[in-house]
């Protein structure tokens, strides 16, 4: 792959985390964060997979609302805002 060069602000977070130990060398640093970031978007797509096949077998199951006028979809987007603001209430 050859020389990488970083901006300096870059360079110094990396020198940081070797001097305090949370790495043994920048390469090291580098790999470990590289990897890390792999892993979120694997982690990120294995979930949205999981998200589309669960949609999809409560289609076919009939888990599903049809929305054919204005009303049905302002009324079924209050029901989402509020499961919504219901879940992020419980989570305080």
Do not use: K
């Not at 990396?14 to 979120?40: H, K, N, T, Y």
């Not at 797509?45 to 589309?52: G, K, S, T």
């Not at 609302?65 to 979809?73: G, I, M, S, V």
């Amino acid at each position: 792959m050859g020389v990488l060069r970083l901006p300096d602000e870059l360079q110094r977070v990396i020198e940081q985390q070797v001097a305090e130990g949370r790495a043994s060398s920048p390469e090291a640093f580098l790999e470990e964060a590289i990897m890390r970031l792999v892993d979120e978007g694997r982690a990120e797509e294995d979930e949205l997979v999981q998200a589309a096949a669960a949609g999809s077998a409560d289609i076919e199951a009939g888990r599903y609302t049809t929305l054919t006028t204005a009303d049905d979809l302002r009324r079924f987007g209050d029901r989402v805002m509020a499961r919504v603001v219901a879940r992020l209430a419980s989570e305080d």
